[in-house]
């Protein structure tokens, strides 16, 4: 039990476009569910959290404006990079908990994201 | 401020033991997690501390000390799939994650 899906797993667009990115709990709803972006070589960095129904919770430096989250229902989350650029090219992992007493992250594959 | 220290990277041996520190300083404590990464991959949940000692999952074990804040990770018969980096967190008291930088764990022949 627990999987996270992400789709795509890998996108290319060019700058100045915008790209989706959907997160699914599968099998469990998803109280909280997190974005996290990587890049090569370094450790996960929370961009937001976002709770069901209510508006995403961005870290300190994350354009909300660029970085748009929705969380309509307990299994889906999407994120959304507008007027995407180079420097947004990175790995993309979401994950999701089931809330009450588990604090635990079950985490999607990721997203490749590369903007040409 | 918060800090997760870890060692950047170490090599062991196949069939070997490691044990892979960190140390953490943060606002409240409810629990550690130990993740592993492989390279271009997400994170898969390995163990989960909250009280102090040891816990053992077949090859591997995670230890806690909450008055030293100190967690190992500790990988037994080394095999070469367990080439991957291994991420401590811990979880402070408004229940956010916060991250290590993760220890890169190299396994030679």
């Known amino acids: 039990g627990a999987v996270v899906s992400q789709h795509p797993s890998w996108v290319i667009c060019k700058s100045g476009t915008s790209v989706k990115i959907e997160c699914r709990s599968l099998?469990?709803?998803?109280?909280?569910m997190f974005w996290y972006r990587q890049f090569p070589k370094q450790s996960l960095m929370l961009m937001a959290t976002?709770?069901?129904?209510?508006?995403?919770?961005?870290e300190q430096g994350v354009e909300k404006d660029k970085f748009l989250i929705n969380h309509a229902s307990l299994t889906l989350s999407t994120l959304t990079v507008t007027s995407a650029h180079p420097e947004d090219s990175s790995f993309y992992i979401c994950?999701?908990?089931?809330?009450?007493?588990?604090?635990?992250?079950?985490f999607g594959p990721g997203t490749r994201l590369t903007v040409t | 401020g918060q800090n997760i220290d870890q060692p950047t990277e170490m090599t062991a041996t196949e069939g070997a033991i490691v044990q892979i520190n960190c140390t953490y300083q943060?606002?409240?404590?409810?629990?550690l997690f130990w993740y592993q990464q492989h390279a271009g991959e997400a994170p898969t949940f390995l163990s989960y501390?909250?009280l102090d000692g040891l816990e053992e999952k077949g090859r591997f074990s995670s230890f806690l000390s909450r008055s030293k804040g100190y967690s190992y990770l500790l990988l037994k018969e080394l095999q070469m799939k367990d080439s991957a980096s291994y991420l401590c967190?811990?979880?402070?008291?408004?229940?956010?994650?916060?991250w290590g930088a993760g220890t890169k764990l190299i396994i030679k022949p």
């Open positions: 994950s999701a908990r089931v809330g009450g007493d588990s604090y635990e992250q079950y």
């Open positions: 099998d469990f709803q998803a109280t909280t």
């Open positions: 976002s709770n069901e129904g209510s508006k995403a919770t961005y």
């Open positions: 943060t606002s409240g404590f409810n629990g």
């Open positions: 501390n909250v």
């Open positions: 967190a811990v979880l402070d008291s408004n229940y956010q994650l916060i």
